[in-house]
Antibody, heavy 118, light 111 residues
Framework: EEQLVESGGGLVQPGGSLRLSCAAS????????MNWVRQAPGKGLEWVSY????????HYADSVKGRFIISRDNAENSLYLQMNSLRAEDTAEYYC???????????WGQGTLVIVSS | QSALTQPASVSGSPGQSITLSCTGT?????????VSWYQQHPGKAPKLMIY???KRPSGVSNRFSGSKSGNTASLSISGLQAEDEADYYC???????????FGGGTKLTVL
């Protein structure tokens, strides 16, 4: 079964940092591009960041550019999101998602909740 | 503000057919046939229901179908069932750098 499991969420103060991890299993991780998508409480989905299979191409939403860093370790079948200078508006469920042939997002992890509050 | 526009809510009775709309621009939905739809039940992760405008992933009921005309995509659900009650999000590929745009979501209520 193709599976993504996120971890690393929690409560952090404004201005703080947090590192999210995503463990992949059930598919050949190194051959797929990956994304992070977030969802603020009671709100819609927002694309956050993209990384190609070889890490050669990386993109960020304007809302996180310069503060978040996406990375991956294909040997460990893992995806990461380093989040710095966190703001209250970064409070959200963060989902790790595989990109299918550039045309859809599937599967999704169960999400990890990040709360930025003093 | 979401890049794609969806109605906030839609309702229907069991057995009925309903259609959810998703309006974008000539830069996203109007250009690419990479429109997808996601179903999300409360407290759960989104689930892919339709991709590439009209394709259904394995395991998704054939009561779900997708279409596109110009800058607007649609998700149709026939034979509405109680289990279909959920939030539905549309998405479109935008560009290599922006990647994915989402709609604000439509809450489907089965009366």
């Amino acid at each position: 079964e193709e599976q993504l499991v996120e971890s690393g969420g929690g409560l952090v103060q404004p201005g703080g940092s947090l590192r999210l991890s995503c463990a992949a299993s059930g598919f050949t991780f190194r051959t797929y591009s990956m994304n992070w998508v977030r969802q603020a409480p009671g709100k819609g989905l927002e694309w956050v960041s993209y990384i190609s299979s070889s890490s050669s191409t990386i993109h960020y939403a304007d809302s996180v550019k310069g503060r978040f860093i996406i990375s991956r370790d294909n040997a460990e079948n893992s995806l990461y999101l380093q989040m710095n200078s966190l703001r209250a508006e970064d409070t959200a469920e963060y989902y790790c998602v595989r990109e299918g042939t550039g045309s859809y997002l599937k599967p999704w992890g169960q999400g990890t909740l990040v709360i930025v509050s003093s | 503000q979401s890049a794609l526009t969806q109605p906030a809510s839609v309702s229907g009775s069991p057995g009925q057919s309903i259609t959810l709309s998703c309006t974008g621009t000539s830069s996203d939905i109007g250009t690419y046939n990479y429109v997808s739809w996601y179903q999300q039940h409360p407290g759960k992760a989104p689930k892919l229901m339709i991709y590439d405008v009209t394709k259904r992933p394995s395991g998704v009921s054939n009561r779900f179908s997708g279409s596109k005309s110009g800058n607007t995509a649609s998700l149709s659900i026939s034979g509405l069932q109680a289990e279909d009650e959920a939030d539905y999000y549309c998405s479109s590929y935008v560009s290599n750098s922006i990647r994915w745009a989402f709609g604000g979501g439509t809450k489907l209520t089965v009366l």
